[in-house]
């Protein structure tokens, strides 16, 4: 099935530095989200985008809409240990509940 | 206020046999989505029900099929079991329209 392009697929980053990462597709979402998957759990929303250009924050969190609708960013400030986890986009077209999931992004954290 | 459960946690089938996963809401969701995920990829949409009807589906064979039940409860059955069909399969609930929320998930390896 479909999935969205994230990258980077992984990465390393010091405890105290920023993180950007994003999320591409061939097609058109309505809505983006980001969610956060730790081992042997399910996914926790993170941030929810309704609108074409939007900009939200949650926390130390910050995620943005693309302009085109074909893409999504997502920001982490400060990251701390327990940032640590896979982070994937999802979009959704439409008001049903099908989600099309990203491939993921790995991050790591060196203390 | 319990979240999303799932059970069994993890399940060995073989080849062939049938298997029936099950899944309780958050408390006041009324709908179930089921997703399939794959070792290092992101999670697949199965199907969602609403209503006890399969409202929307995705690139998913007629060996998957479902149920909902009038207490929102939903069970997720597989037939003919291949090797290609061990994953981890999520479940999530929401209110109609409303952001999804995920269980922990079910475990199943197929030898």
């Known amino acids: 099935g479909q999935q969205l392009n994230q990258s980077p697929q992984s990465m390393f980053i010091q405890e105290g530095e920023d993180v950007s990462m994003n999320c591409t597709s061939s097609?058109?979402?309505?809505?983006w989200l980001w969610y956060k998957q730790d081992p042997g759990e399910g996914p926790v929303l993170l941030i929810a985008l309704y609108k074409a250009g939007e900009l939200t924050s949650n926390g130390r969190l910050t995620a943005q809409f693309g302009i085109t609708r074909k893409d999504s960013f997502l920001n982490i400030s400060a990251s701390i240990p327990s940032d640590v986890g896979i982070y994937f986009c999802a979009g959704r077209v439409g008001g049903g509940n099908k989600l099309t999931f990203g491939t993921g992004t790995q991050l790591k954290v060196e203390l | 206020d319990a979240g999303v459960t799932q059970s069994p946690t993890h399940l060995i089938k073989t080849r062939g046999q049938q298997v029936t996963l099950r899944c309780s809401p958050k408390s006041g969701h009324d709908t179930v989505s089921w997703y399939q995920q794959a070792l290092g990829q992101g999670p697949q949409f199965i199907f969602q029900y609403y209503e006890e009807e399969e409202r929307q589906r995705g690139n998913f064979p007629d060996r998957f099929s479902g149920h909902q039940f009038p207490n929102y409860s939903s069970e997720l059955n597989v037939n003919a079991l291949l090797l290609g069909d061990s994953a981890l399969y999520l479940c999530a609930s929401s209110l109609l329209r409303y952001e999804q929320y995920f269980g922990p998930g079910t475990r199943l390896t197929v030898t």
């Open positions: 097609s058109i979402f309505n809505t």
